[in-house]
């Protein structure tokens, strides 16, 4: 079993950065995927970037090139980079491990304003 606290979000403007954080309970040396997905009011949720136990990465188109994901297994944290942020980035991120199952975090808010 697995549980993650995100941290991190907030309010930022347009172009603005912001850093997320996923601390797991345990190590994720092992863990086979860890990703972040996002929802906004009214959508459906969505896989914003992943990170293998390998360090593959992947991510949603959107997210290219503003988005990056990394991972400090010493620190049992996934991160989520965000740069040059636009409104239609405004959502709940959740942080996801895939361990056997599906686990999630609370999420945490991310408010872009114009």
């Known amino acids: 079993q697995v549980q993650l606290v995100e941290s991190g979000g907030g309010l930022v403007q347009a172009g603005g950065s912001l850093r997320l954080s996923c601390a797991a309970s345990?190590?994720?040396?092992?863990?086979?995927?860890m990703a972040w997905y996002r929802q906004a009011p009214g959508k459906q949720r969505e896989l914003v970037a992943g990170?293998?136990?390998?360090?593959?990465?992947n991510y949603a188109e959107s997210v290219k090139g503003r988005f990056t994901i990394s991972k400090d297994n010493a620190k049992n944290t996934v991160y989520l980079q965000m740069n040059s942020l636009k409104p239609e980035d405004t959502a709940v991120y959740y942080c996801?491990?895939?361990?056997?199952?599906?686990?999630w975090g609370q999420g945490t808010q991310v408010i872009v304003s114009s």
């Open positions: 996801n491990a895939v361990y056997g199952g599906a686990y």
């Open positions: 345990r190590s994720i040396v092992s863990i086979n995927y």
């Open positions: 990170i293998t136990s390998g360090g593959y990465r």
